[in-house]
């Protein structure tokens, strides 16, 4: 049986190729923050995800140290984004809704 191994990999400009694949296969470590799905690809690239089953305010996983940007995929079909700006801890949303925010950064 071929299992999916769970992984915590940083890849860099010298990584062998074999290291390269192992990082993109297999179930990557994920952790729950403030109801927010925090997906860790590696320490300068995670996504945060969730399900917002109304409209109103909602703590962000961590408060932002960068501009970010939230996609929203709202339940009637629209789609549209929002800026997280640097020290936000929160987000709005006017709807119920599905966001999601890539964090990627050079230093971390």
Known sequence: M???LQRNVQIN???PMNDIL???DGIWSSSTV???NDVHISSRFEIWNRWCDASGSY???RTADK???AKIFNNDGT???SVVRIGQAAIWVNKPCYVEIVNLSENK
């Open 13 to 15: 400009g010298t990584s």
């Open 67 to 69: 501009t970010l940007m």
């Open 2 to 4: 071929n299992e999916k």
């Open 59 to 61: 703590l962000l996983p």
């Open 22 to 24: 192992g990082a993109l």
């Open 34 to 36: 403030n109801g927010w």
């Open 79 to 81: 789609v549209s984004c």
